[in-house]
């Protein structure tokens, strides 16, 4: 089976407090830790297994700048078999439909079986699988936290729905999925499988190379813009309790007391 | 604002979904006498029945009745929409797991801009609608500029517009399923076979009065048995949020969330757990929230009563000591 997985270079918020920048035109950018997208690599494990289990390779592909092929390798450190950076000025400032528009011509230049992306990333929009999926006219199954193959021409996924129930569905191949985590459990890459991976040269398509019109996706194509960060105003929020960890903790122990917290 | 607005009704057993009230407000926000017509899929007299319910607070509905509509596939009602929604309308659609399944790829389909996500509406002007959303779960918001010009699909976060109650409306219901249905079902590429129930855990946390609820945090699985320590001296039971469920840490029948239990305790300990709207979705009934977390800016605090800024690793065997101490 041949497999795309989409992928996104993220601040790492397991290890960052994002912060507003002072003139609320981004977020504080100064030492942040990026990783990769948390969902992606949920997706790139799935996509590693189904290979293993059924033969084909494992393609990763990003859209971004020089500073996005990092998870790239990354991912192919983790066994993905080939790796694609989109890249052009044309394509800042593009919307999600840009960033699928994108994916889709380089889709175009394959031909895969299936296309994985994270579930949402960390604009939490969850939309570039969807959009991939209808622009390709491709069926779609969103937040997959099941997936087996049953031959080449479908599989089953179960998609999470409320109340941790799972719906089951039967769907044709090529498809478009995206991922939610707890899928499966990603496997460490450790500094060697870094360093087996740190050497290999990763192809960079841009916009000629897909074919893709200027005006079809960057900034004068998006319809959304975003305007400012800003943090909300914190309204009532919660009484934090101040003093030493000792003050605090009586403090706590009293309001739990009072508020029935202690049987 | 001269267009046409719909909303995407979601409906289960016969029973209407909050969100459907919350898009008439949501509507309002941007036009304070905008007429809503709300659009409804599912299946004979089950669908008929909340067509009727949702007519006394829409000024119109649209329904579409099949049989094969009795459980609601995005993939199937997707082609029907695009087919009787007008081209620059304004779509609002839920944004839960089925409106992110069926919605970014309508947008496509209807060739509208897409706003994902949109928790308020602060202006329209010019063709524009100005929203908040937000990102890095919760951490920061932004707002937003949607060109609508060509239309728009929307999805609106579960629970961040009030619900209008007025039922004011007194719709007419309209059969849209013949011209939904031109050129058949498209049935065929993705099929829906089973729900499968979620398993039932050694502890049922949504009749539990007191919950020590754990989150990312605890940082290594062997962290946990403090967590129980604290639970077992208060009389608590422990639940978490999604990564411990994600790490296999503890069994997905303890998580709390839109996608894992509803619960409603007395009182909350949300140790190290950020606070993401999904989280906070599964806590209803007002419980008296305490919020431990390292990070003063954990969007936790904002929905807690009372916070600690400290590391749980740190805090969290100190509070146990002292509860052991006083119950002797």
């Known amino acids: 089976m041949e497999i795309l997985v989409c992928v996104k270079r993220v601040p790492d918020t397991s290890e960052n407090e ?45 859209v971004g700048e020089e500073e996005d092929e990092e998870v790239v390798r990354r991912e192919m450190a983790m066994g993905a ?183 | 604002m001269a267009q046409q607005v719909f909303a995407y009704v979601i409906h289960k057993n016969g029973v209407v979904d909050d969100t459907a009230l919350e898009m008439i407000t949501a509507a309002g926000r941007l036009n304070s006498d905008v007429s809503v017509t709300a659009v409804i899929a599912g299946s004979g007299a089950e669908l008929d029945g909340v067509c009727k319910v949702v007519a006394s607070s829409f000024s119109e509905v649209w329904k579409i009745d099949n049989e094969a509509l009795a459980y609601i596939n995005a993939e199937m009602i997707r082609p029907m929409l695009t087919r009787i929604l007008p081209k620059e309308g304004i779509v609002l659609i839920p944004h839960e797991h089925f409106g992110m399944d069926m919605a970014p790829g309508l947008s496509v389909k209807l060739d509208a801009a897409y706003l994902p996500d949109a928790v308020d509406f602060e202006s329209i002007e010019d063709g524009k609608i100005k929203a908040v959303r937000e990102e890095y779960g919760g951490q920061v918001s932004t707002h937003v500029l949607c ?61 539990s009065d007191i919950l020590v609820s754990v989150g990312r945090g605890i940082e290594d699985e062997d962290n946990l048995e403090m967590v129980f320590d604290l639970a077992k001296a208060m009389g608590a039971d422990v639940s978490c949020s999604r990564p411990i469920v994600d790490a296999k840490w503890l069994e997905k029948s303890r998580q709390v969330g839109t996608s894992g239990k509803i619960v409603k305790p007395k009182v909350y300990m949300a140790l190290g757990i950020s606070g993401s709207f999904q989280h906070l979705g599964g806590l209803k009934g007002a419980p008296f929230v305490v919020a431990v977390n390292k990070n003063p800016k954990a969007p936790i605090f904002q929905a807690a009563d009372v916070g600690v800024v400290d590391d749980i690793l740190d805090f969290v065997p100190e509070l146990t000591d002292r509860i052991n101490e006083i119950k002797g």
């Open chain 1, 18 to 62: 994002i912060e507003v920048n002072r003139d609320g035109t981004d977020i504080e950018r100064d030492d942040l830790v990026y990783s990769v997208n948390e969902w992606d690599n949920y997706a790139v494990e799935e996509a590693i297994q189904i290979r293993d289990k059924v033969g084909g390779n494992v393609t990763v592909v990003t």
């Open chain 1, 81 to 263: 078999d080939s790796g694609v950076l989109l890249s052009d000025d044309a394509f800042n400032g593009s919307d999600g439909k840009g960033i699928a528009a994108v994916l889709k011509a380089e889709v175009e230049k394959g031909k895969y079986d299936l296309i994985l992306t994270g579930a949402q990333s960390d604009k939490g929009a969850g939309q570039v699988g969807g959009m991939l999926a209808a622009m390709l006219d491709w069926p779609y199954a969103s937040l997959v936290n099941l997936l087996e193959v049953i031959d080449d021409k479908k599989i089953i996924v179960g998609r999470e729905i409320a109340g941790g129930n799972q719906e089951m569905n039967e769907i044709d191949l090529p498809c478009v999925l995206s991922i939610q985590t707890g899928i499966n459990e990603p496997r460490y890459v450790g500094i060697r499988g870094i360093r087996k991976v740190a050497s290999l040269e990763i192809p960079v398509h841009t916009s000629g190379d897909l074919g893709i019109a200027a005006d079809a996706v960057g900034e004068s194509g998006a319809r959304i813009k975003r305007l400012d960060y800003f943090v909300p105003d914190p309204g009532e929020g919660a009484e934090i309790l101040e003093g030493s960890t000792d003050e605090i903790v009586d403090k706590l122990v009293e309001l739990l007391k009072a508020k029935g917290g202690i049987k």
């Open chain 2, 147 to 207: 060109d609508i010009s060509q239309g728009a699909v929307i999805t609106i976060r579960p629970g961040s517009f009030k619900a209008d109650e007025s039922k004011s409306a007194g719709g007419n219901i309209v059969d849209k399923t013949a011209e939904a249905m031109e050129g058949g079902l498209s049935e065929g590429v993705r099929r829906f076979l089973e729900i499968v129930e979620a398993e039932v855990g050694d502890v049922d946390i949504t009749k």
